[in-house]
């Protein structure tokens, strides 16, 4: 008779123990134990929350190395159902070997699961058949709990769930997010100081009554409100706001913006056309927007512009408008604006630009490109990897969260009586064209922040944070991803012939990017180059691009004129008709208004149970090369907060978004 030492670990989670009876049974390469029932000396079940009990089961001889263990619970009379999350186990067989069995997920009802051992194994090297078999069942069933649905036609396909509860429990928020997160939801009016503002449907009498009605400051709102008018605070928030990826290096001006040399004033220097060959011109083309059909709001059709805007670099390196037109036809009735027109004709083209920007940034850049990719990714993921393969134990923890938050986006954000639909200039009809125009117009070198830049003609650009910051976390990443990758990929043909991985992007091809060919999304992988690429690529796409365009929303927009989420009044057809009055017309009323900025405070709230980029509480890496890597990778991301924050010390406006002690492993917000 021999012993194997078995240790279980229940997560330290609210509501992680249970009191059900639960069983384990081991099974090696040379057989398998009985059913052993865990319980403690005292007769109970000992799996609690926080708990390491140990546990000896008895086998006549060794059962050879471990392979897999299946784990099992059943209610006890009188008792109810309930569910546990051990987080891993960890047995010690009679010949001394250690063997840990991550597992990290709720056990709900009385079916049995099987675990792997914690030894990364790729389809190729998992050779024994009782894991083969295994790997196999585990797939079926995730194909069976992660369906796709289509939640509109022209989007990425997104997870089947009737509502947030029905999604599988091991991707559902924990105890304490769900709290936090509706709190949040349910009392930010409040916690803004903005509820008796909620249902008032007038305008806005002058500038101080916003100021007096936001009492929630930062910072950065703090400067935002007192600079916001400035044109190089407008400039500068193209390079370091939230929407960083539309500006782009200008070598020809685009034929429906026909600005002359004599139309602009540069300073001084030489004409446009001298800037532009020197790079010192920017142009951002909110095109997507053109003819979408506007929302109507509180009873009246609000407006939303397609602007072209072009920027100068200034000799002292500041980035300045210096040409707006607010539609793309050009003609008499819409005019180019420049700074030297009167203060408010000015002022209300740029508002009218900051109005398309909000559009842009919530419907293109943060809301397609990050959070549904995500989604895609993640889901593809669950459906395609199992547990034991190293590219799932690499990216699940980069999945947390991101299914039940896409849920709730779209049932409060943009479903019929989300906020976005009723409260914002694109809601409605128009969201859907936004978005999927977009998508149409997606490519997977955007999705690459050095391609991306490279392809914008931003590379020399100065003071352009995002840039900085983005490029050195890509190649973090990429070193983190490549060496884990590699160490289970000698070459290329051990890629070629996964057909777990090849399957997980031909569902991401399919169900993400709808199978558009012209996206140069991969269709399948054939070189441990080309997948490292692609899985630094949704790597970064959910932590440092995420939190980009996402953390700084309150930040930038708590200060409503400098992104109004609609606006009232169609833009001037010629200039000198605007005053202040006009422009208070056109901003949002105040309940529009409560509703955009009280949204952005939700998006912008970090909750406690943050999990920084880089760390993982859960682990599933049990080897020594992988963990080593895990250590080297979350060196080399202290050393880049370390590098940002000296940096901040000497910025007016510090650029936090990008700092890997700022960002969130996943889209969990």
């Known amino acids: 008779m021999v012993n194997y030492e078995v240790t279980v670990h229940t997560g330290n989670l609210a509501g992680a123990g249970t009191v059900n009876n639960v069983f384990i049974k081991l099974v090696g390469e040379e057989g398998e134990s009985k059913q052993k029932w865990l319980m403690s000396v005292k007769g109970v079940s000992a799996v609690l929350i926080g708990m390491a009990p140990c546990f000896n089961v008895s086998c006549p001889s060794s059962i050879g190395k471990l392979v897999l263990i299946e784990l099992n619970k059943h209610r006890l009379p009188l008792m109810p159902e309930d569910s546990w999350f051990p987080a891993k186990i960890v047995v010690k067989s009679p010949e001394g070997d250690t063997y840990t069995f991550p597992i990290y997920r709720w056990i709900t009802g009385s079916k049995v699961q099987r675990?792997?051992?914690?030894?990364?194994?790729?389809?190729?090297?998992?050779?024994?058949?009782?894991?083969?078999?295994?790997?196999?069942?585990?797939?079926?069933?995730?194909?069976?709990?992660?369906?796709?649905?289509?939640?509109?036609?022209?989007?990425?396909?997104?997870?089947?769930?009737?509502?947030?509860?029905?999604?599988?429990?091991?991707?559902?928020?924990?105890?304490?997010?769900?709290?936090?997160?509706?709190?949040?939801?349910?009392?930010g009016l409040t916690e803004l100081k903005l509820k008796g503002l909620s249902c008032s449907k007038k305008n806005w009498n002058n500038m101080d009554d916003i100021k007096q009605a936001f009492c929630r400051h930062t910072s950065i709102s703090d400067y935002v409100q007192e600079h916001w008018q400035e044109d190089a605070f407008f400039g500068y928030q193209y390079l370091n706001g939230v929407n960083p990826a539309l500006i782009r290096r200008c070598k020809t001006l685009p034929s429906n913006f026909p600005i002359k040399d004599g139309m602009v004033f540069l300073s001084g220097q030489g004409s446009l056309s001298d800037e532009m060959e020197k790079g010192n011109i920017f142009l951002c083309d909110y095109k997507l927007l053109d003819g979408v059909k506007e929302n109507t709001i509180n009873g009246k059709k609000q407006s939303l512009t397609a602007p072209l805007l072009l920027l100068h670099k200034t000799p002292d390196d500041q980035l300045k408008p210096i040409a707006i037109q607010l539609k793309q036809v050009p003609g008499e009735d819409n005019p180019i604006f420049v700074p030297s027109d009167s203060e408010y004709d000015w002022l209300t083209a740029k508002v009218f630009v900051n109005g398309a920007d909000f559009s842009h940034h919530q419907l293109n850049t943060h809301l397609l490109r990050t959070h549904l990719l995500a989604e895609v990714f993640a889901v593809s993921l669950l459906r395609n990897i199992p547990m034991v393969h190293p590219l799932h134990k690499l990216l699940v923890p980069h999945t947390r969260y991101t299914l039940q938050i896409n849920f709730l986006a779209r049932q409060f954000l943009i479903s019929k009586t989300g906020i976005f639909t009723l409260y914002s200039a694109s809601g409605g009809e128009g969201m859907l064209t936004v978005l999927k125009r977009a998508l149409s117009s997606l490519t997977y070198t955007s999705l690459c922040i050095p391609d991306d830049i490279a392809e914008r003609g931003l590379e020399s650009v100065p003071n352009f944070h995002y840039r900085d910051d983005g490029l050195k976390l890509w190649d973090i990443i990429y070193k983190f991803v490549d060496g884990v990758l590699s160490h289970y990929y000698k070459n290329d043909a051990a890629v070629e012939q996964d057909t777990e991985v090849q399957n997980w992007i031909s569902d991401i091809f399919e169900h993400g990017f709808l199978s558009q060919a012209c996206t140069g999304i991969p269709q399948r992988f054939t070189a441990v180059c080309d997948l490292v690429k692609f899985v630094t690529m949704v790597m970064f796409t959910g932590s440092g691009q995420h939190s980009a365009v996402n953390s700084g929303q309150y930040d930038y927009g708590g200060w409503m004129p400098n992104a109004p989420i609609s606006l009232q009044r169609p833009p001037p057809t010629k200039k000198g008709t605007t005053d202040q009055s006009t422009l208070l017309q056109?901003?949002?009323?105040?309940?529009?208004?409560?509703?955009?900025?009280?949204?952005?405070?939700?998006?912008?709230?970090?909750?406690?149970?943050?999990?920084?980029?880089?760390?993982?509480?859960?682990?599933?890496?049990?080897?020594?090369?992988?963990?080593?890597?895990?250590?080297?990778?979350?060196?080399?991301?202290?050393?880049?907060?370390?590098?940002?924050?000296?940096?901040?010390?000497?910025?007016?406006?510090?650029?936090?978004?990008?700092?890997?002690?700022?960002?969130?492993?996943?889209v969990a917000i």
């Open 115 to 187: 675990f792997r051992e914690g030894r990364a194994l790729t389809v190729l090297d998992d050779t024994h058949h009782l894991g083969r078999y295994s790997r196999q069942q585990e797939l079926q069933k995730r194909g069976e709990d992660y369906c796709w649905d289509v939640y509109s036609e022209g989007l990425p396909h997104c997870i089947k769930a009737d509502n947030p509860t029905s999604l599988p429990c091991e991707v559902q928020f924990s105890f304490t997010k769900t709290t936090e997160f509706f709190y949040t939801a349910t009392t």
């Open 586 to 666: 056109t901003l949002p009323d105040v309940s529009t208004t409560v509703q955009g900025v009280s949204t952005l405070w939700l998006l912008s709230k970090r909750s406690s149970d943050f999990v920084t980029l880089g760390q993982y509480p859960e682990e599933h890496f049990s080897e020594e090369v992988p963990s080593k890597l895990i250590k080297n990778f979350q060196g080399e991301l202290e050393v880049l907060t370390a590098i940002i924050k000296n940096r901040n010390q000497a910025l007016e406006v510090p650029y936090t978004y990008m700092d890997p002690e700022q960002v969130e492993n996943s």
